[in-house]
């Protein structure tokens, strides 16, 4: 009846991140919650096969895994409608959570998907917070999905004190400019500079991304590709930087300005490949 036929693309951010760091050989664990239903276990199936330690994914009876249904439009970009209510993500417990888990890692990633909601907020402040006293390096990506937030305001406070905790963090510019209440790009970038993230990465779409740091910044073009799907790359983009990031085995500070170059140049290509094809990790599984 000439109705759209939508088809099933496992992914989210977190996973979608994970899913690059694993393509590339990187040892990764999940921790998060799904429903114990279809959705749910066909994701951690996903993760498993992808070889990413799902010992921390909960399946919980009581609630259902939150779907997002991506709709392209003419230019193959995509646009979001949420199934959450409350949704199993939003739901995630402290008391579901391992902090030995954290003691194995060298970094932790979240992003502010998980931070819309409460109990899942306070669990994810909670873990971070007990990373960075351990010495662990802080990843962050704000994911800003408006529609998953009930108070635009409460969104922008949110994401912003995240922001803060992070020793990486990866922001879209539509992201930094809503979350500094900005409309000029250059206060907006004085404002992210003021808070001294060791090391910051923007993207600008089809426009490219680049890089500050303590001591360097740059822009870069972005590479010309048909693109079929746009979903996840921002997720990819991210976890290539990370992952080029682990191979140079140094501290950020230690980063010199060739490194940070080769980490954006070989992410922006790593993404904008994934943009040839549909999906989030089925983009992945296909580099």
Known sequence: DEYPTLKANPGGAPANFLACLAHFGKQVSFMGKVGNDYFGKTLKETLVRLGINCDGLVLADDV?????????????????????????????????CS????????????????????????????LIA????????IIYDPNLRQALWD???????????????????KISI?????????DDEAKAIAKL?????????ITYGADGAGYISKDYEARFAGKSVEVKDTTGAGDIFFGSAIST????KKKI???????????????????????????????????
């Open 64 to 96: 259902t895994t939150t779907l997002a249904f991506v709709i392209l439009d003419e230019d193959n970009d995509r646009h979001f409608s949420f199934s959450r209510k409350p949704g199993a993500d939003s739901t995630l417990k402290l008391s579901e």
């Open 99 to 126: 902090f030995e888990a954290i003691a194995d890692h060298e970094l932790i990633y979240y992003g502010g998907v998980g931070l819309s909601k409460n109990p899942t907020r306070s669990t994810i402040k909670t």
């Open 130 to 137: 007990h990373g960075k006293s351990k010495g662990k390096t």
């Open 151 to 169: 108070d635009l305001d409460e969104a922008r406070f949110e994401l912003l004190e995240a922001l803060k905790q992070a020793d990486i963090a």
């Open 174 to 182: 539509e992201e930094l400019l809503f979350m500094f209440k900005e």
């Open 193 to 201: 500079k003021a808070l001294s993230i060791p090391l910051t990465f």
């Open 245 to 248: 990031f682990l191979d140079k």
């Open 253 to 287: 500070a230690a980063l010199t300005k060739d490194d940070l170059d080769d980490i954006v140049q070989k992410a922006i290509d790593v993404s904008a490949d994934s943009c040839q094809y549909l999906g989030g990790i089925s983009s992945i599984e296909k580099l």
